[in-house]
């Protein structure tokens, strides 16, 4: 009976610890459990907040770029060529001392018209030119009429790409002439008032405009405006027209 007795007691007893066992393993898997989803929580939690930081630099605005985009173009500073002060390449004398020199001439009556026969021209002495005014008046006239010497003195030829075949007549009286744009020429040397030194055309740059003669006054290193003289001298009567820019 005693036997029987402890036979089952330990039987009891084995049962005991193996239902111990089984429950500290089922404390073990659940525990085991809640790490897996503490961890994968932890993963999950991780890879969003990389996504997020991923995708924030392309939703938010540099606001240096922003500032760039948004500014106002810079004004251009360049002047314009319509805005410069366009002015003669020489220096002018006064004003009084002009109108004196040309009266004191119109009285010995020492100068002839530069072109033979009569010619039709205006006041276009200082019109506008590229990058400069006009330094003398033109005088149209058909081509190879001739040109002649508005005072005695010394006959130069000469040519330049702008003025073409030219002559530079210095006369006794210390004004120096200047032909521009001939055909051809004709005397040279000391000449005579009214005497042919060369004939109109349309050499230099008033290649493909109108015949003219294009005619300049100087008294030493002054540009002088020849527009009165001729006026006085002209064989026809002529009135002062506004100026006009074209060929030189």
């Given at each position: 009976m005693i036997k029987k007795i402890a036979a089952v007691t330990t039987t009891i007893f084995c049962l005991s610890g193996l239902i111990f066992g089984l429950s500290l393993v089922n404390i073990g898997i659940s525990e085991a459990h809640v790490t897996i989803s503490k961890?994968?929580?932890?993963?999950l939690s991780s890879s969003a907040t990389q996504s997020s930081n991923k995708t924030a630099p392309?939703?938010?605005?540099?606001?240096?770029?922003?500032?760039?985009?948004?500014?106002?173009?810079?004004?251009?500073?360049?002047?314009s060529p319509e805005s410069k002060t366009l002015s003669f390449k020489a220096k002018r004398p006064s004003k009084e001392l002009e109108i004196a020199m040309i009266q004191k001439m119109i009285i010995s009556k020492s100068?002839?018209?530069?072109?033979?026969?009569?010619?039709?021209?205006?006041?276009?002495?200082?019109?506008?030119?590229?990058?400069?005014?006009h330094q003398g008046v033109d005088i149209p006239a058909k081509l190879g009429?001739?040109?002649?010497?508005?005072?005695?003195?010394?006959?130069?030829?000469?040519?330049?790409?702008n003025a073409g075949n030219y002559v530079v007549l210095k006369s006794k009286t210390g004004i120096t002439y200047r032909y521009m744009h001939l055909s051809k020429?004709?005397?040279?040397?000391?000449?005579?008032?009214?005497?042919?030194?060369?004939?109109?055309?349309?050499?230099?740059?008033?290649?493909?405009?109108?015949?003219h003669l294009h005619f300049e006054m100087w008294q030493g290193s002054l540009l002088l405006n020849?527009?009165?003289?001729?006026?006085?001298?002209?064989?026809?009567?002529?009135?002062?027209?506004?100026?006009?820019?074209?060929?030189?």
């Open positions: 961890t994968s929580q932890a993963t392309s939703a938010t605005k540099d606001p240096k770029k922003t500032q760039t985009k948004s500014s106002p173009p810079k004004p251009n500073t360049a002047a100068f002839v018209f530069p072109v033979a026969g009569k010619a039709n021209f205006s006041d276009n002495f200082g019109a506008p030119r590229k990058g400069y005014l009429t001739p040109v002649v010497a508005a005072e005695a003195g010394s006959a130069v030829f000469m040519t330049g790409q020429f004709g005397s040279k040397g000391q000449v005579k008032a009214g005497a042919v030194i060369g004939y109109v055309g349309i050499t230099g740059n008033a290649a493909g405009s109108k015949p020849p527009f009165l003289i001729l006026k006085a001298s002209s064989p026809i009567k002529m009135a002062a027209a506004p100026a006009k820019p074209g060929p030189k």
